[in-house]
């Protein structure tokens, strides 16, 4: 008698002990899991990413059909589902807008709507509910344990945090992008209003004085007069043609009509213009090799890249600098150089130079939007090349643009 009452006391110690080992081994399971959920969700950066995530790891962890919907406007809308579905009928949707309503659960083993297939559990953030998440019975008889529901609670709170980061994520975003849009409009407007000030201003005072004056001025007078309004409204031109590409290189609209074209050509109607534009502050030399090869590129926009990479060296150095223009030959690119011998760009400036109203600090003339090169960024990533800067170039002297093409075959 007393080995079998030491032997049923062992048994059924044994069946507690195996029966913990059990539930400890499952909890470990589900707390890893739960772990994984977690993980999974923080790397997901958009609410629909979150929303499919979590559809997809509770069918998985209560062998159930999933869905979450999530408010958009006031409106509930279905976002994830796992197995996928297009829509929940209207005794589904009419149970889950009262659980987000009401801030409860609602649907099957709820005292509310009990005779619709679905429970829908609110999902709570710590600063409002954004939606709910439900799952499916498999049969009418079919009802939710306590373990189930406890399961979906937790995984409903993990959810929630989830969208609640990816919102914030969201707002965080369009804020700063507001700022900067803001930003980029005050700079703008700044800049457009002070660089096309002094044009307007000589242009109209020029035109005032021929209009007043214009029978008691020598004819050398009177064309000094009108050259300098052309002068100026050619400036005024560049200046539009500039904001109004680099509008396009801002939303992607670049339109390329490429073709094959010479770069000796390109580069002599570019010297041309600036030895007219800037007159006896261009100066301006030409090393580039006798055979260049062809490249497919759309001639108008590479010219622009050119001429407001020149201007650029032309404006913002002191009277006097030389710029070169050369270009340097390799199998599989193109390299195109201007060159000045001027005082140099500041280190800390040269990231900073291809952005939108970037201008160095100690520039003379601070004449143009500082949107030149920004432009000719924005051209060169369309046509599959690059472009870069390089000060000091030599002696604490000097800056070097760099154009990088890439080559193609050239048809016979």
Same mark, same amino acid.
């Given at each position: 008698?007393?080995f ?7 048994a059924?110690l044994?069946g507690r002990?195996?029966?913990?080992v059990?539930?400890?081994? +499952? ?12 993980r ?6 958009t609410?629909?990413d979150?929303?499919e995530?979590?559809?997809?790891e509770i ?9 979450v919907l999530?408010?958009?406007a ?8 796992? @197995?996928?579905? #297009?829509?929940?009928?209207?005794? $589904?949707?009419t149970?889950?807008?009262?659980a987000?309503t009401h ?9 509310t709507l ?8 609110? %999902? ?8 709910? $998440?439900?799952i ?16 979906l609670?937790?995984?409903? #709170?993990q959810?929630a945090?989830?969208l609640?980061?990816?919102? %914030?994520?969201r707002?965080?975003? $369009? ?5 900067e849009t803001e930003r980029? &409009? ?5 800049s457009?209003?002070?660089?096309f000030?002094?044009? %307007?201003?000589s242009?109209l005072?020029?035109?005032t ?18 050259? +300098? ?9 560049e200046m539009v043609?500039n ?5 396009r290189?801002?939303a992607?609209?670049?339109?390329? &009509? ?12 570019v ?18 090799? !006798?055979e260049?090869?062809?490249i497919?590129?759309d001639?108008?926009?590479v010219?622009?890249?050119m001429?407001?990479i020149?201007?650029?060296a032309i404006?913002?150095?002191p009277?006097?600098?030389?710029v ?10 193109l390299?195109?150089?201007v ?17 939108k109203f970037?201008r160095a &600090?100690?520039s #003379? ?13 924005g ?7 690059s ?7 030599a002696?604490g ?6 154009? !990088?093409f890439?080559?193609? #075959?050239? @048809?016979a």
């Amino acid at each position: 008698m007393i080995f079998l009452i030491i032997a049923i006391i062992t048994a059924t110690l044994a069946g507690r002990v195996r029966e913990q080992v059990r539930l400890g081994a +499952q909890r470990i399971r589900a707390t890893r899991r739960l772990y994984e959920f977690t993980r999974k969700l923080s790397s997901q950066a958009t609410l629909d990413d979150v929303a499919e995530a979590a559809a997809s790891e509770i069918n998985t962890s209560l062998a159930r059909p999933a869905v979450v919907l999530l408010d958009q406007a006031g409106e509930l809308v279905l976002r994830a589902a796992w @197995p996928p579905v #297009e829509e929940l009928d209207t005794a $589904a949707m009419t149970a889950a807008r009262w659980a987000f309503t009401h801030d409860e659960p609602a649907g099957a083993d709820t005292a509310t709507l009990p005779t619709v297939p679905w429970y829908f559990l609110p %999902l709570r953030s710590a600063r409002d509910r954004v939606g709910v $998440a439900g799952i499916a019975r498999a049969t009418e008889a079919d009802s939710f344990d306590s373990e189930a529901l406890a399961l979906l609670e937790t995984l409903a #709170e993990q959810t929630a945090a989830a969208l609640e980061r990816a919102s %914030l994520a969201r707002e965080i975003v $369009a804020a700063r992008s507001s700022v900067e849009t803001e930003r980029v &409009r005050n700079t703008l407007l700044a800049s457009v209003s002070h660089d096309f000030r002094t044009p %307007l201003s000589s242009i109209l005072g020029s035109a005032t004085s021929l209009l007043d004056y214009g029978d008691k001025l020598a004819p050398e007078a009177q064309k000094e007069l009108l050259g +300098q309004i052309k002068h100026e409204a050619e400036g005024l031109d560049e200046m539009v043609r500039n904001l109004l590409s680099i509008t396009r290189v801002d939303a992607g609209a670049l339109e390329l &009509r490429k073709d094959w074209i010479d770069l000796h050509e390109i580069v002599d109607r570019v010297v041309s213009r600036a030895r007219r534009r800037h007159g006896a502050a261009a100066s301006i030399e030409v090393g580039l090799p !006798a055979e260049l090869p062809l490249i497919r590129a759309d001639p108008t926009l590479v010219e622009q890249a050119m001429a407001n990479i020149v201007a650029n060296a032309i404006s913002h150095t002191p009277a006097g600098t030389r710029v070169t223009i050369g270009a340097e030959i390799a199998p599989t690119l193109l390299r195109l150089t201007v060159t000045d011998d001027g005082p140099g760009i500041a280190p800390e400036l040269v990231p900073r130079l291809f952005e939108k109203f970037s201008r160095a &600090r100690d520039s #003379e003339q601070v004449e143009g939007a500082g949107l030149g090169l920004a432009i000719a960024k924005g051209i060169m990533g369309a046509h599959g090349g690059s472009i870069a800067a390089e000060s000091p170039i030599a002696q604490g002297r000097g800056t070097r643009i760099v154009l !990088a093409f890439p080559r193609e #075959e050239a @048809p016979a």
